[in-house]
């Protein structure tokens, strides 16, 4: 085998298998953010990555906005969203790849409450990896000049 081809085979191959699901065979993260206010408070969001503005959702009750998206080749892949309802606003790294990439896999589905958000164990079926907003009212530092 020439020595450029065993280059290209060793890319190749370490491409596919670089973090299991980030690279030529990437499968596509589903992120699901769902209201959870008991008190039947309708809140907004709305959520950015350094490349897509999501744009603006009312969501009632139960209700919930869904998007999707594959994971950068870096591993880097972030979407944050802004919370707000009455004289409230939070921000939440609702997707960091360092943080989710390994817990949530394709499915990352959150329950919104009025403390933070809760992440599903997907094994049992339950809200229950529960969260804190960011603690910088303007989001995390990596994304503060996005806004």
């Known amino acids: 085998m020439a020595p450029l081809h065993r280059y290209l085979v060793s890319f190749v191959l370490l491409v596919c298998l670089r973090n299991g699901s ?3 065979l990437a499968t596509k993260v589903g992120v699901r953010i769902t209201n959870g206010f008991e008190d039947l408070s309708d809140i907004n969001v709305q959520c950015k990555s350094g490349d897509d503005d999501l744009g603006p959702h009312l969501l009632g009750f139960q209700e919930f906005f869904e998007f999707n998206f594959e994971p ?3 591993g880097t892949t972030l979407f944050f ?3 707000w309802w ?3 606003s939070h921000y939440y790294d609702i997707y960091d ?3 989710d990439g390994g817990r949530c896999s394709n499915h990352c589905w959150w329950w919104v409450k009025p403390d933070g958000p809760c992440l599903l164990n997907q ?3 339950v809200y229950e990896v529960c969260e804190k907003w ?3 009212q303007q989001g995390s530092e990596r994304h503060r000049l996005r806004l």
């Open 22 to 24: 980030v690279g030529i």
């Open 72 to 74: 950068n080749f870096q």
């Open 81 to 83: 969203c802004r919370f």
């Open 86 to 88: 009455g004289n409230e």
């Open 97 to 99: 790849h360092k943080r």
């Open 123 to 125: 094994k049992v079926g």
């Open 134 to 136: 960011n603690p910088c």
